[in-house]
């Protein structure tokens, strides 16, 4: 594999709490361009590896590479600008602000007189992204017409009133990937989207996470299974105690010996 | 769907119309306010005969006003840091301290510009708010209020060993500065000087609060995980809210030198001014910077109300705002609590996910989910 197409390189990466080992030794890279797939059951390290990515935990062992730079141990607000984002498997929306500010505050740039372009820019970039990921359209027709992109940017959208604890839980996810989206990141690391999430509304993520494929960004996606990455993933990994179990085409680690043991072990679920 | 319809109803329960009213009804009462305070020192004496007749008294309560003034800058710089950043100050009497005794010496050393040397208080404050910040970016909660606590017992404990004899030596480490602190010896033009001076400040906290550095300083106060995720440097966040915040209470701190004449530590570094500060900015409600305003009126006027009841009345007098803050802000003071806990470790991701209310058809995919991953 050549580091020449591969976005992120994750070396060796290990990492226990106490006696546990979350993550040990684990290794891959993310290419650029591509629909990544994290697969393993439940507690198998795929929320503590996208914690060891983005910063929020140290790895005790191994590095991560980003664009060809080694991320590790950078503070978390340092690697998102850097370009990858994180959308979190528990939505975590900030409560007191309104849907917009929530997406707002990931427009905000760190240099205290830097070009964060004017509110009103800002205020339009914030429509736009609620509008593309769907926020605008969990309202009925007639009481959204402000997220026309159209406006003068004070528009009556619901997203500007309202607070996210009016969102159900397919908007709350929405919201969550809005955030990670509006930070404009190469690379986006969706934890578990699909969770909770009725069939229609897998296939409306699906679509979104396509598009924002077209647009050159890189995913990765995290699931329990294989069920809904299947028709939307490029390549997989299936993680299984913290290791690397197998990677491949979604047919090739669905025909691997060893993910069919650990199907057959019941430890992978199957659809 | 059943959420499209909670949505609707939502919409229609909260109409545009009303809250621009709303809108309209606070511009009025803040406007209306203002007037009253410019206006005050010619219609207090026709409200109260007796001051057109004894003229000192009117300048007793134009002194109660200015340091209603000060306090209001003490407490509308401790809501940024508190309200807005969520770092709860319990030392801000330090800043207020270190803006004082810069003033007091300046002016008598050098007897410069009193608005250069208020300037430099100010300063000096948020150099002072700087260096605490370095250390409190690694407390939360109620560690960090400690830190703030015991930076401004330890300044007015070093002042009184040091006992800067700069101008005539009065109580321990006081500095009298008078006649070399005195911005004026009219009572009025001292009230609206300081009328401007905390109309100055407020309109610059307002004005930065409802700026993107407002909105970082929310986020890094509600969730800093997230905030960091959301690519903000929440550590630098911080450290401005410190500074910005210490550099008002530098500013109350140095005008009330020019207010008063003397700098000293049974005053200014009093640490009953840090809880003044912090009770002002919550009885007028913790993050709105201009509630603070509102405090700090009824803060002094309470306190000169009660002046007969001599040394009594502060014990009425944080009794009397500990009883309003219980009936009436029972929110605002649950908000200081909840900034007082030590926060929660963050949500464990592996965790399942708090039950939420969804539509009928959500609950049951979710449900099929449970049931279908192996324990
Ligand atoms: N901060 C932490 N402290 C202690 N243990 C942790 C922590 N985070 C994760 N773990 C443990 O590490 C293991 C891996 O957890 P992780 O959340 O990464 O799994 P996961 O693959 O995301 O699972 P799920 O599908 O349930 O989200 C689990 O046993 C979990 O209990
Ligand atoms: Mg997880």
Same mark, same amino acid.
């Given at each position: ?13 290990? /990492? ?61 607000? /340092? ?21 917009? *500010? ?40 007639? *009481? ?34 809005? /955030? ?5 990141? /190469? ?85 | ?53 004894? +003229? ?34 319990? !030392? ?150 410190? !500074? ?63 002046? +007969? ?34 926060? +929660? ?8 996910? +708090? ?21």
């Amino acid at each position: 594999m050549s580091a020449m197409n591969a976005l992120l390189q994750v070396q060796r990466l290990s /990492k226990a709490f106490g006696g546990l080992q979350a993550v040990s030794d684990l290794s891959f890279d993310v290419h650029e361009g591509e629909i990544l797939g994290l697969i393993g059951p439940n507690g198998a390290g795929k929320t503590t590896l996208f914690n060891l990515i983005t910063g929020v935990h140290k790895p005790d062992r191994g590095r991560v590479i980003f664009q060809g730079q080694d991320i590790t141990g950078w503070p978390t607000y /340092k690697i998102v600008n850097a370009g990858i984002a994180r959308a979190f498997q528990i939505p975590r929306p900030f409560r007191h602000k309104t849907i917009a *500010a929530n997406v707002e505050i990931s427009l905000i740039p760190n240099g205290l007189f830097a070009r964060g372009g004017s509110r009103r820019a800002r205020a339009r970039r914030v429509r736009e992204i609620c509008r593309r990921v769907g926020l605008c359209a969990l309202w009925p027709e007639g *009481a959204r017409r402000g997220c026309d992109l159209s406006g003068d940017g004070d528009g009556d959208c619901p997203c500007r009133r309202e607070l996210p604890d009016v969102l159900p839980q397919a908007g709350l996810r929405k919201l969550e990937i809005a /955030k990670a989206v509006a930070t404009d990141p /190469k690379l986006l690391l969706l934890d578990e989207p699909f969770a909770g999430l009725a069939p229609a509304e897998v296939e409306e993520l699906s679509a979104l996470i396509r598009e924002l494929r077209e647009e050159g960004r890189t995913l990765v996606v995290v699931d329990h299974n294989m069920r809904g990455l299947m028709r939307l993933v490029d390549r997989v990994i299936v993680i299984h105690f913290g290791q690397k179990l197998a990677e491949g085409t979604p047919d090739e680690v669905a025909r691997d010996p060893a993910v069919q043991e650990a199907y057959l072990a019941g430890t992978i679920e199957e659809e | 769907m059943s959420h499209r319809s909670r949505l609707r109803s939502r919409l229609r329960s909260r109409s545009r119309s009303r809250s621009r009213t709303a809108r309209l009804v606070k511009l009025g009462g803040a406007l209306l306010a203002l007037a009253l305070l410019l206006g005050l020192p010619y219609w207090l004496p026709l409200l109260v005969p007796a001051m057109q007749q004894n +003229p000192f008294l009117l300048y007793k309560w134009l002194n109660v006003l200015v340091a209603a003034n000060v306090l209001a800058i003490l407490g509308m710089s401790w809501d940024l840091l508190g309200g807005y950043a969520g770092q709860i100050s319990f !030392g801000h009497s330090l800043f207020l301290g270190l803006g004082a005794y810069t003033t007091a010496i300046l002016s008598v050393l050098y007897g410069w510009n009193p608005w250069l040397i208020i300037a430099l208080g100010g300063l000096v404050a948020a150099v002072g708010g700087l260096l605490v910040a370095a250390p409190a970016l690694r407390l939360h909660g109620p560690y960090l209020s400690l830190m703030t606590l015991v930076a401004a017992l330890a300044f007015d404990r070093l002042m009184r060993w040091l006992k800067p004899e700069v101008g005539i030596p009065g109580a321990e480490g006081a500095i009298l500065c008078v006649p070399h602190c005195v911005l004026t010896l009219d009572a009025v033009l001292k009230y609206y000087y300081s009328l401007g001076l905390m109309l100055l400040t407020a309109l610059l906290l307002w004005a930065l609060t409802r700026s993107r550095v407002g909105l970082a300083l929310e986020a890094v106060r509600d969730d800093e995980a997230a905030a960091q995720a959301a690519g903000l440097n929440a550590a630098k966040y911080k450290t401005l809210a410190f !500074g910005v915040s210490s550099f008002f209470a530098g500013i109350a701190g140095a005008f009330y030198v020019y207010h008063i004449g003397s700098a000293a530590p049974a005053d200014v570094l009093n640490l009953q001014r840090s809880v003044e500060a912090i009770a002002v900015a919550v009885l007028g409600g913790m993050g709105t910077i201009f509630g603070a305003i509102g405090g700090a009126l009824f803060f002094k006027v309470f306190e000169e109300l009660l002046r +007969p009841a001599g040394t009594l009345r502060f014990a009425l007098l944080f009794s009397l705002a500990l009883l309003i803050l219980l009936l009436v802000r029972s929110g605002a003071l649950g908000r200081l609590w909840a900034g007082l806990r030590p926060r +929660p470790s963050p949500p464990r991701e592996g965790a399942e996910a +708090p039950p939420t209310v969804a539509s009928a058809s959500e609950t049951e995919e979710a449900e099929v989910e449970v049931k279908a991953k192996p324990s």
